[in-house]
């Protein structure tokens, strides 16, 4: 494989790789997403379809994998999703990427109020089933 100097861009045909050529680049990406929209389009496919995808793959996950975790009730209250939304969310850990489990809107808003901090959630905790009253027992 020679240098970038020796190679030809794909999209434009001058010298240099497509990597060399950023406008070249964003050009080659936007028309293979838009190709491949229009493949899915072509099998039947609806834009919610395109959307988990879209969502699978920024996970790391299999489409299949992303819709049937959706379909679980929620990993932190066990609500069903609200008919009105039909899926609950993946869950992923903001400092590893990680997806760990399934959230219902109301409990993701939650965690990202608490910063997605274990530290945060646990000192909730201790808080929510602390015994102590520091209320004036002389009233």
Known sequence: M???KDQTCAECGN????RTHLDCYRARKARKERERKASLRATGAT??????GTQARALGLQTETLVSLMARPCDVCG???????????????KDTGAVTGTVCQRCASALGYLGHDPERVRAALALLTSEDDHRDATT
């Open 2 to 4: 020679g240098t970038a």
């Open 47 to 52: 834009s919610a379809d395109l959307n988990r």
């Open 15 to 18: 010298p240099g790789s497509l």
């Open 79 to 93: 609500n069903e999703a609200p008919e009105a939304r039909k899926n609950n969310s993946a869950y992923a850990r």
